[in-house]
């Protein structure tokens, strides 16, 4: 059934460069087809506690180049159980909802097939997060710019390990998904790239890194995800099995924030006009990403309950190249 009250927007789990940017697009295409908007500010803490406001055209401008979420977004324990929902999906109720977009990442994706099935409200998602790591989607919103930021940072750490002639152990974000770290070593010629998703051999790694400075390197750069291992740890391991001065830079938070790239801003916004005229036509339960530069959608449930794993493409080419 279409909607024609209102819809809300809200962005959850951990920001990502252009959150802002698809917020935007889908207050604005509300406000286009005639649809009131609310926004939920706060992740779904914000639901729960009613902090729910209307939203205009004027509230969503000055925001397309800005990183983080103008929305903001927090964890909330009572949201897991089912009087939390409740509560949440009532105070939707009160404000005239009839439909939600979700912009977050897979445990937010997942909230929103909660809301779905317990309490029948259309949700479409966007997937936002620097990890792109989730299903369906060869794109997910921050992801490229958190890799143009690694990729930046590494560049500059190259300069210091040449000089010093270190081994520099370069660690980034990426809990179950070495997406980032892969890129981001590939993109920036590092020597190696540790991910969970591949086996690595760390005593075969120093051999190599030893018999480069013995033919005459100066440096070496090591690229590895935080779930793959601990940057210090391995740090220390390293340092110890090739006898060279090795140090170590983990990125962490820097990655998430700074204005969202071009790519970022565009795909971004188209994400987030699709999602909009979606659920203002009825849609429900999809979410939204790009296959081979195309916008497509997604079974909601599909997305949340299958896990997406690395390009081998992508693993095969860091295999031939770092």
Not at 129 to 156: E, L, P, S
Not at 260 to 281: F, H, N, T, W, Y
Request: aromatic share 4%.
């Amino acid at each position: 059934m279409a909607i024609k009250n209102a819809i809300a927007v809200m962005t959850s789990g951990g920001d990502s460069p252009g959150m802002n940017a698809a917020a935007r697009a889908v207050v604005r295409t509300a406000l286009f087809e005639g649809v009131k908007v609310f926004g939920i500010h706060n992740g779904y803490k914000g639901m729960l506690n009613d902090e729910i406001e209307e939203l205009t055209a004027r509230s969503v401008s000055d925001l397309i180049q800005r990183g983080g979420t103008f929305l903001g977004t927090a964890r909330c324990k009572e949201f897991k159980t089912v009087e939390g929902r409740r509560k949440g999906l009532d105070n939707l109720e009160k404000h005239g909802i009839e439909g939600l977009v979700i912009i977050g990442g897979d445990g937010s994706l997942t909230g929103g097939s909660m809301l779905s099935k317990e309490g029948g409200i259309p949700i479409v998602g966007l997937p936002g997060t620097i990890d792109n790591d989730v299903w369906g989607t060869d794109y997910t919103i921050g992801c490229d710019t958190a890799a143009n930021t690694a990729v930046d940072a590494i560049n500059k750490l190259r300069d210091t390990a040449s000089a010093h002639r270190r081994i520099m152990v370069v660690e980034v974000m990426g809990h179950t998904s070495g997406w980032l770290a892969l890129v981001a070593g590939i993109a920036s010629g590092a020597e190696f790239v540790i991910v969970p998703e591949v086996k690595y051999d760390l005593d075969d790694i120093c051999r190599q890194i030893v018999e480069s400075y013995q033919g005459g390197r100066r440096y070496s750069i090591i690229v590895v995800a935080e779930g793959a291992c601990s940057g210090v740890g391995l740090k220390n391991v390293v340092q110890e099995k090739t006898g060279i001065d090795t140090r170590v830079s983990i990125l962490g938070h820097i990655q998430r924030g700074g204005s969202p790239s071009v790519e970022d801003r565009m795909k971004a916004s188209m994400l987030g006009e699709r999602a909009a005229l979606a659920i203002i036509s009825g849609a429900s339960d999809v979410v939204f990403g790009f296959d081979e530069g195309k916008v497509v959608s997604i079974n909601l449930f599909d997305s949340v309950y299958n896990k997406k794993t690395l390009d081998p493409e992508l693993v095969r080419l860091s295999s031939v190249l770092v």
